[in-house]
């Protein structure tokens, strides 16, 4: 029987499985494991005293950590010794690649919590990754480090599954309580096991098993196949503006087309891809494939997969490329314009900056020795980067805007082109949309030079005297 959880790893996966935990009436407690390192052993306080650790819009995140904490049901801790009391035991932590060419992931972090957990567990722990990872790693990988750690055998002392975590940020209870979830074992106990831990934090997802290696494929796959979907809209982007055309009439005619056995899963274009996952997972897969040695595959063609990433990674540079287009019209230089980006996090409402695309494209100008700012309403600080703290201030005499993420914020502000030109007070202002939230006709119609992602019906525009 299940009763005490430990879950290592306390980020935007890890804290809201651990309160979901927590607020399971049978599970009597839930220990949140936290490294108290320089750069994230902050978190461990706040937590314990109801606070989240980021910024943005998580509903019901902050009532539940007050909740699960006032009935003494959750604490955070760097002390890796509790690990012995648990029951079962969760890793969220993050696997990046450093350098996505030579296909090698960064498991430092995941096998240092590993580690840990092997030192501490106790006979017939349950232990689960929940951490997306290469295919193939929980059998190979994870449960040797395990065993050597332990001194126990995976399947006959301990329990051993993967069941990767499927959140988007924005959307962290939610996703967790109604999206299935995938369970996969190294053997039939330590799937049943899993399972009986993860069913009763969902309300209306269901639990699908498999084996651990096919749950690896499965996180890693939907992961490639949503990234492969955002750059096949992001290229048709890219034709639409050279044809001419607005991509949103071509989405709009494409998403049409509804009948039996006709699918036409169509995304949004934008400004690039951004976060931990998308970026990375189709790595992953690839890694997996090559480490399996078996693949059948059309003789010197790169990956379909690979290609997309590539597309979704130029896409930063593309914005870079409008701005560049935008300022050729008005005779601007790129060492004496002053530009403002706006957004910094990869997603709207947030402040999750991993991965960014903006900044791809701050580097650009930064190597161009352009003046440029940045504001994001939910973001202060990223390494050598300038904030402004408030949005007209921000705007205020400047050459020109590129708007990288879609907050709420931006949305609203921006229905007033004529209060935006007076801010940044020139005669033909340049603003670049990368999430299409203005109006392009009222901006162009005010005087300024407007450049959208996938607009090549307004992208070559007259200007407005």
């Known amino acids: ?14 804290i809201p499985a651990a309160l979901l935990f927590a607020d399971y009436r049978e599970f009597n407690f839930v220990y949140g494991f936290q490294r108290n390192s320089e750069s994230s052993g902050y978190k461990i306080d706040m937590l314990n005293r109801g606070e989240l650790p980021f910024k943005g819009n998580e509903p019901g995140l902050k009532d539940l950590l007050q909740k699960v904490i006032s009935k003494k049901k959750f604490e955070c801790t760097s002390d890796f010794s509790k690990l012995s009391d648990m029951d079962a035991i969760t890793i969220s932590i993050q696997t990046p690649f450093l350098n996505k060419n030579d296909l090698i992931p960064d498991y430092t972090s995941l096998l240092d919590g590993v580690k ?8 017939e722990t349950l232990v689960v990754l929940e951490s997306t990872v290469t295919p193939g790693t929980t059998q190979n990988i994870i449960k040797p480090l395990l065993e050597k750690e332990s001194g126990l055998e995976a399947g006959i002392d301990f329990y051993l599954a993967h069941a990767p975590e499927r959140v988007m940020v924005g959307r962290l209870l939610q996703n967790i ?13 330590s799937t049943l096991r899993a399972c009986d831990l993860y069913c009763h934090v969902l309300t209306k997802g269901k639990i699908i098993p498999m084996s651990a290696t096919a749950a690896e494929v499965t996180k890693t796959a939907e992961n490639t196949f949503r990234d492969l979907q955002i750059a096949a809209v992001n290229e048709l982007a890219l034709y639409c503006e050279a044809i001419g055309v607005n991509i ?3 989405r709009n005619g494409i998403a049409s ?36 040695g078996h693949l059948d595959y059309p003789q010197g063609k790169d990956s379909l997969y690979t290609l997309a990433r590539d597309v979704n990674d130029f896409m930063p540079e593309h914005m870079f490329s409008l701005m560049n287009n935008a300022m050729d019209r008005v005779g601007l230089k790129y060492d004496t314009a002053t530009v403002v980006m706006l957004g910094w996090s990869f997603i709207a409402d947030s402040d999750d900056t991993r991965n960014t695309p903006s900044e791809i494209c701050y580097n650009k100008f930064i190597a161009n020795r352009t003046k440029v700012m940045v504001h994001d309403p939910y973001v202060s ?8 703290p408030n949005l007209e201030h921000a705007l205020y005499n400047v050459d020109a805007v590129i708007i990288f993420t879609a907050h709420n914020e931006y949305k609203r502000f921006f ?23 203005i109006d392009p006709d009222e901006y162009i119609n ?7 992602v996938g607009r090549g019906d307004k992208n070559n525009h007259k200007l407005v005297i």
């Open 116 to 123: 840990q957990i092997g030192k501490n567990m106790s006979y």
């Open 415 to 437: 229905k007033n082109p004529l209060k935006v030109k007076n801010l940044m007070g020139k005669e033909h202002p340049i603003i670049i949309d990368g999430r299409n939230i």
């Open 177 to 189: 309580r109604e999206h299935d979830r995938v369970v996969g074992g190294i053997d039939r106990l």
């Open 248 to 250: 949103y009439d071509v």
């Open 1 to 14: 029987m299940i009763s005490k959880i430990g879950v290592v790893g306390m980020g935007y996966v890890g």
């Open 446 to 452: 005010c005087g300024f030079i407007y450049k959208g």
């Open 381 to 388: 600080k990223y390494a050598n980067v300038t904030f402004i």
């Open 257 to 292: 087309l509804k009948g039996e056995g006709i699918t036409r899963a169509i995304l949004y274009p934008g400004a690039g891809v951004g976060g931990h996952c998308l970026t990375k997972d189709t790595y992953h897969l690839e890694r997996g494939v090559k480490l399996s």
